[in-house]
């Protein structure tokens, strides 16, 4: 299994708790990078979490940070959504 996809596993269960306890504020996820050494956490609201989800093939990134095989389609100064090429 890739880095990136170890991440987001544990990023979907970051999401379903949140989700349980009824969270509206800004909840802590981590990088979906290439580097498994990579700890970066970010913020984003469970809504904007489901609304990258709705693609299937997009990650969360901290700026600057690389997924093997995808290009970042958007970005901010504190996160970047990248998407895998087919």
């Not at 596993?9 to 498994?36: T, V």
Request: glycine share 4%.
């Amino acid at each position: 299994m890739r880095a990136e996809d170890v991440f987001r596993s544990a990023n979907d269960r970051i999401a379903e708790k949140g989700s349980e306890l009824g969270l509206r504020l800004p909840w802590p996820f981590l990088c979906e990078c290439s580097d498994m050494s990579c700890f970066a956490r970010l913020e984003l609201t469970l809504e904007a979490y489901e609304e990258l989800r709705s693609h299937p093939g997009r990650y969360l990134t901290v700026p600057g940070h690389d997924v093997a095989k995808t290009v970042v389609i958007e970005q901010t100064e504190r996160v970047a959504f990248a998407e895998r090429l087919l």
